[in-house]
């Protein structure tokens, strides 16, 4: 929401992907520049540093959500297009099945 146009619109999806489950959030915004695009995952980078210095950020956030996602076997992208920017991770989607007994589910 920091990086949405004011009055901008943000999306959020959750889908299947046969059996991946993928989780997206996009807003209306300035591009990242695409040789930055890797980098906004390292640790401390800000692609505008004077407005970020500004509003107290650390660059901290996007590192935290890669390490998380890659920790169970996710990726987290992002991608610039038409005016919106996505951000989109993927996981391992276990399918589940409901034992009629109970209401238990458990994994196949």
Same mark, same amino acid.
């Given at each position: 929401m920091h990086h949405c146009r004011e009055n901008g619109t943000i999306r =959020? =999806?959750?889908? $299947? /992907?046969?059996?991946?489950a993928v989780f997206s959030v996009a807003? /209306? %915004?300035?591009?990242?520049? /695409?040789?930055?695009? /890797? $980098?906004?995952f390292e640790k401390f980078y800000r692609v505008d540093k004077a407005r970020n210095r500004k509003e107290g950020r650390y660059g901290l956030g996007l590192p935290? =959500?890669?390490?998380?996602?890659e920790a169970? %076997? %996710?990726?987290? $992208?992002?991608?610039?297009?038409? %005016?919106?920017t996505t951000f989109t991770v993927s996981l391992a989607a276990e399918p589940l099945r409901r034992h009629l007994s109970g209401g238990r589910r458990e994994t196949e």
């Open positions: =959020a =999806a959750l889908i $299947r /992907e046969g059996k991946q807003n /209306e %915004g300035d591009p990242i520049p /695409e040789e930055e695009r /890797e $980098r906004i935290i =959500a890669k390490h998380i996602v169970h %076997g %996710g990726r987290i $992208r992002v991608d610039c297009q038409d %005016g919106w």
